[in-house]
Antibody, heavy 123, light 113 residues
Framework: EVQLLESGGGLVQPGGSLRLSCAAS????????MNWVRQAAGKGLEWVSS????????YYPDSVKGRFTISRDNSKNTLYLQMNSLRVEDTAVYYC????????????????WGQGTMVTVSS | DIVMTQSPDSLAVSLGERATINCKAS????????????LAWYQQKVGQPPKLLIY???TRESGVPDRFSGSGSGTDFTLTISSLQAEDVAVYYC?????????FGQGTKLEIK
């Protein structure tokens, strides 16, 4: 069964750090680009980052650039999101999502999604 | 950034009737080199992650019922549900994946009338 399982969410103070993980199974993880997408309570979807399959290419929106770092370990079939200098407005459910292609900024749609992990930034 | 604007924000349709959701991109998401529109539609039910319905603007994802269809090109796109079923109650999002930052529409909440 194709599956993505996020972990690492929790409560953190403003200015703090958190590392999310996403364990992939049921497909050839190293073949596909991967993404993080977040959703604040009652709000829409916001793309957070993307990483190519093996070329190390990474992409971020301005809202997280310089604070978040996406990475992957293809030997462990795992995607990561290191989040530093967290702000209250980063509070959301964070989903990892598989892209249908391998790399590049002109990408593919997101065909597999995890169940999400909740990140709460509050003092 | 490409801004995606959906209309309407919410929609109530009777069971068995047609539902139509529109999505407009602030610039074209058609890539001339391969004549593909980098536009997807997702369905999100309460408490669940999004689910891919349509990609390349009109290609139905495997397993998606054929009552769902996508159309449009360039900047104007439509998701149509030909005969609404109770299980189609959800929020629907369009997304462009032509260029980063990948952007989603604000969502359209579909309910039963």
């Amino acid at each position: 069964e194709v599956q993505l399982l996020e972990s690492g969410g929790g409560l953190v103070q403003p200015g703090g750090s958190l590392r999310l993980s996403c364990a992939a199974s049921g497909f050839s993880f190293s073949t596909y680009a991967m993404n993080w997408v977040r959703q604040a309570a009652g709000k829409g979807l916001e793309w957070v980052s993307s990483i190519g399959n093996s070329d190390g290419s990474t992409y971020y929106p301005d809202s997280v650039k310089g604070r978040f770092t996406i990475s992957r370990d293809n030997s462990k079939n795992t995607l990561y999101l290191q989040m530093n200098s967290l702000r209250v407005e980063d509070t959301a459910v964070y989903y990892c999502a598989k892209r249908t292609d391998g790399s590049g900024s002109r990408g593919g749609s997101f065909d597999i999604w995890g169940q999400g992990t909740m990140v709460t930034v509050s003092s | 950034d490409i801004v995606m604007t959906q209309s309407p924000d919410s929609l109530a349709v009777s069971l068995g009737e047609r539902a139509t959701i529109n999505c407009k991109a602030s610039q074209s998401v058609l890539y001339r080199s391969n004549n593909k529109n980098y536009l997807a539609w997702y369905q999100q039910k309460v408490g669940q992650p999004p689910k891919l319905l349509i990609y390349w603007a009109s290609t139905r994802e495997s397993g998606v019922p054929d009552r769902f269809s996508g159309s449009g090109s360039g900047t104007d796109f439509t998701l149509t549900i030909s005969s609404l079923q109770a299980e189609d109650v959800a929020v629907y999002y369009c997304q462009q994946y032509d260029s980063t930052p990948y952007t989603f529409g604000q969502g359209t909440k579909l309910e039963i009338k």
